[in-house]
């Protein structure tokens, strides 16, 4: 079986050695490398060479915060990064996920929720905490925000493009980008929106007006 890589990122050397422990005792979970800073973990993530699946990714750090997840996706389009932090204020959860982040939990989480994550970030998924998680649909219902809310702001545009009818080729033109960052980019909004086909995705951004004017 082919074992889940991580990278780890955290200041604290007993978080970074806690989760090696708990990855070798895992059959599926292997560390293959950590940084202790934000420019640090920038200098990883330019490193071609090093492969993994998923980041693990401490806000707190020096250098660090929700302003470091654009700029290492900058870096890395398709990095899967699972926010693992001692903040458990659901605002900052909902700033971290529409930042790019594809998880979030708390290190008071149980190692199984932990395992979960990891797990589900890998396989392409999204997560969040449950607590979290249901603090931040109460939220949203009662601000009656639309599901595109969460979105980052290169993926409204990418969504307002798309609704414009314009090719993805055409959208990495203009952005100055590749067409492999679009398509990422595009993946990533219809995960949030839970949409499944590019009909339904034209038809949410008709429905809710998101074209270019």
Not at 110 to 116: G, R, S
Not at 134 to 139: Q, Y
Request: hydrophobic share 45%.
């Amino acid at each position: 079986m082919k074992k889940i890589r991580l990278w780890v990122a955290d200041d604290h050397a007993v978080v970074r050695n806690g989760l090696r422990q708990i990855a070798s005792a895992t059959h599926d979970l292997t560390v293959i490398g950590e940084s202790q800073s934000g420019p640090g973990t920038l200098d990883a993530m330019r490193q071609k060479v090093i492969d993994f699946e998923v980041l693990l990714l401490d806000l707190s750090m020096p250098g660090g915060g929700i302003d470091l997840i654009p700029r290492l996706l900058q870096i890395r389009p398709s990095l899967r990064g699972l926010v693992l932090t001692m903040h458990a204020e659901p605002q900052i959860a909902a700033r971290a996920v529409k930042a790019g982040a594809s998880g979030y939990i708390t290190k008071d989480a149980d190692v199984a929720m932990l395992l979960n994550a990891v797990r589900t970030v890998a396989a392409g998924g999204h997560f969040m905490e449950p607590l979290l998680a249901d603090a931040l649909l109460f939220e949203h219902v009662a601000s009656n925000e639309p599901p595109h809310s969460v979105l980052t702001a290169r993926e409204r545009e990418i969504l307002e493009r798309i609704a414009s009818a314009e090719s993805l080729a055409g959208i990495a033109a203009s952005l100055g980008c590749s067409a492999k960052t679009v398509s990422v980019h595009k993946s990533r909004l219809m995960r949030k929106l839970n949409i499944a086909s590019n009909a339904e995705l034209f038809q949410y951004a008709m429905r809710h007006e998101l074209g270019r004017k």
